[in-house]
């Protein structure tokens, strides 16, 4: 089995930064991918950010494109997790946030929430104008 635990979020003004942490426990895989969505209230859940856990030296990552340049996913060894660095954030931005990880055999990390098989309990980012 396999459990993600979210930290990291709460309120803060349009400019400002935050700072996630998905803890991973568990089984492990060869190769598997760790990411991040959001939903919105009254809207889907959309991609944000996800990176590759793999056997070889390589891994890649894949951003939103409403967060390119702003949000940096980065791996924890220590946690065996991944962070999520969020930086001038906007009110859009607004949403719950729900760490995500699952096996792929992808050479990139995907970006649909049906790839991944595990998830975090969310965790709340609010962002005022």
């Known amino acids: 089995q396999v459990q993600l635990v979210e930290s990291g979020g709460g309120l803060v003004q349009a400019g400002g930064s935050l700072r996630l942490s998905c803890a991973y426990s568990?089984?492990?895989?060869?190769?598997?991918?760790m990411g991040w969505f959001r939903q919105a209230p009254g809207k889907d859940r959309e991609f944000v950010a996800a990176?590759?856990?793999?056997?070889?030296?390589?891994?890649?990552?894949n951003y939103a494109d409403s967060v390119k340049g702003r949000f940096t996913i980065s791996k924890d060894n220590a946690k065996n997790g991944v962070n999520l660095q969020m930086d001038s954030l906007k009110p859009e931005d607004t949403a719950v946030y729900y760490c995500?990880?699952?096996?792929?055999?992808?050479?990139?990390?995907?970006?649909?929430?049906?790839?991944?098989?595990?998830w975090g309990q969310g965790t709340q980012v609010t962002v005022s104008s």
């Open positions: 568990g089984r492990t895989f060869s190769t598997y991918a």
């Open positions: 995500a990880a699952g096996p792929t055999l992808s050479m990139t990390a995907p970006t649909m929430p049906g790839r991944y098989r595990y």
């Open positions: 990176v590759l856990w793999s056997s070889s030296t390589t891994s890649n990552s």
